[in-house]
């Protein structure tokens, strides 16, 4: 039976969409350290997804969108500790009010340019679905197993 951890991951883009910001996972413990990735986290009993994305920018970087756009959904079988399956939405974030700070409790948050996101030590199936992240083609529903930590193919669907 496929029971999946259900997530968000936001990806706030610049005024001018050309940066995006992004937590570097500096934690000791934490599974994505020394990765660079998107803001969010676990989808809790009593809210919704947009609900639990707005909760999740408030909680990693003190700010409440106020424009967000579904670009995606991805299946991550036997991508968490253990093996777990995650199912992730994934988010643009267009618009917020308040102020980024230098960092939260995973690490520094940083601006990085769109078109240098491939330099940066990520997840290595970011890789296939960032590029279909911004800009306005249609939304995305992905399927990405892993096994031994590694994806071990990635297909996509649009609508």
Not at 64 to 82: K, Q
Not at 91 to 109: E, R
């Amino acid at each position: 039976m496929f029971t999946p951890i259900i997530g968000t991951l936001g990806y706030v883009v610049s005024e001018d969409r050309r940066q995006v910001l992004l937590v570097h996972r500096t934690r000791a413990g934490d599974e994505h350290q020394g990765k660079w990735n998107g803001l969010g986290g676990k989808l809790e009993a009593d809210e919704d997804i947009y609900s639990s994305l707005c909760r999740e920018l408030r909680e990693e970087a003190t700010i409440e969108v106020t424009s967000a756009r579904l670009r995606g959904t991805v299946s991550w079988p036997g991508f968490g500790v253990g093996g777990q399956d995650w199912f992730g939405f994934i988010f643009v974030i267009d618009a917020y009010t308040g102020t980024v700070p230098d960092h939260n409790s995973d690490g520094p948050l940083v601006w990085h340019d769109l078109d240098a996101l491939g330099d940066l030590p990520m997840w290595e199936g970011d890789r296939h679905w960032l590029p279909l992240l911004f800009g306005d083609g249609p939304v995305f529903h992905g399927v990405m197993p892993y096994v031994d930590g590694r994806p071990s193919r990635w297909s996509y669907t649009t609508a």
